[in-house]
């Protein structure tokens, strides 16, 4: 057996979920945060772009695996501007926390900041959005349960990634 299967058919199936109870932004908000090591870096102590970005996709997928509580694959990561340096010896912390649900798929904002342990400085590096699907035990996407506003700030951020959506998709359709 391929030791892809081999896990796989030791895990126990996935317990049902209720998709029309609807979950909150709060519900599955996360924090991910790691020291920068040698191995994450250039010769100039500069962090690599890619070491952030697979840490920015695995921690929003905490938050895709939470909110649905079903497997995940990500569909898109949005434009990425790393917008200042982290070094080795800087704590990164990853903010992410859904933006928006739709019938199977869930984006995630992030907000990635750099921390010097010593001086106390803290950088804002880099912003993202990514985009995952819920797919069931079949690899076919599958329903989630809706998001709900918790406050009238959980409301302003899924009416404006809603807003984002629709601009998104029309120009999709025009390519
Ligand atoms: C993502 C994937 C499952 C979508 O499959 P598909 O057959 O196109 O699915 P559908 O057309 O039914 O779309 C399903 C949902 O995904 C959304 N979607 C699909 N592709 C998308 C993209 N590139 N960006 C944003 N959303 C996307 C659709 O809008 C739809 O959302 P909704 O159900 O909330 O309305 C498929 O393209 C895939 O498996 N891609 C590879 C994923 C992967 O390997 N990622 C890297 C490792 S995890």
Redesign the pocket.
């Known amino acids: 057996m391929h030791p892809i299967e081999k896990i796989k058919s030791k895990r126990k199936p996935h317990p049902e979920i209720d998709v029309s109870q609807g979950r909150t932004i709060a519900y599955s908000r996360s924090t991910t945060r790691r020291l920068m090591e040698m191995l994450d870096a250039n010769a100039h102590g500069n962090v690599h772009g890619g070491v952030i970005m697979r840490m920015v996709d695995e921690a929003a997928a905490i938050v895709a695996v939470k909110h649905s509580g079903k497997s995940v ?4 990561i949005e434009r990425f501007d790393f917008i200042a340096p982290a070094y080795i010896g800087n704590v990164i912390s990853i903010y992410c926390s859904m933006n928006y649900v ?4 869930m984006e995630v904002g992030v907000d990635v900041q750099a921390e010097d342990l010593y001086t106390g400085e803290i950088r804002r590096v880099a912003s993202s959005r990514v ?1 995952y ?1 819920a ?1 069931d035990a079949n690899g076919k ?1 599958t329903p989630v349960p809706p998001l709900i506003a918790g406050n009238e700030e959980e409301q302003k951020i899924i009416d404006e990634a809603r807003q984002r959506r629709l601009q998104t998709q029309n120009e999709d359709s025009r390519k």
Do not use: E, M
Request: glycine letters at 8%.
């Open positions: 694959v990500t569909a898109r739709g019938r199977t798929s985009t699907v797919l996407p």
